[in-house]
Nanobody, 121 residues
Framework: QLQASGGGLVQTRGSLKLSCAAS????????MAWFRQAPGKEREFVAAVSRSGDSTYYADSVKGRFTISRDNAENTVYLQMNTLKPEDTAVYYC????????????????WGQGTLVTVSS
């Protein structure tokens, strides 16, 4: 089970840090990712981190502004979002998958409930 938190209202160029806490003892066996879905749009890949945390992947739209990380001891994955823009407004979801790190949301096995991020201009 995944529980996302940390969303809220922030001004343009502000920062937020999202968290996704996982239950169970197998967190370190899963690659973790963040996706987002804006109103009227499809869910899109944001960032992903490998099981060990050694490898990270980002969508071009967030590269250089967002940082994904994980703490396997705390069963938590994070998304630090800096220099936020109005177009970052969306519901953010964390997701887990055992093998590989695809960017398609249909390939992920487990999902959190989402947390809303609103960036005001």
């Amino acid at each position: 089970q995944l529980q996302a938190s940390g969303g809220g209202l922030v001004q343009t160029r502000g920062s937020l840090k999202l968290s996704c806490a996982a239950s169970g003892r197998t967190f370190s066996m899963y690659n973790m990712a963040w996706f987002r879905q804006a109103p009227g749009k499809e869910r899109e890949f944001v960032a992903a981190v490998s099981r060990s945390g050694d490898s990270t992947y980002y969508a071009d739209s967030v590269k250089g502004r967002f940082t994904i990380s994980r703490d396997n001891a705390e069963n938590t994955v994070y998304l630090q979002m800096n220099t936020l823009k109005p177009e970052d407004t969306a519901v953010y979801y964390c997701a887990a998958r055992r093998v590989l790190v695809p960017t398609s949301p249909t390939l992920y096995d487990y999902w959190g409930q989402g947390t809303l991020v609103t960036v005001s201009s």
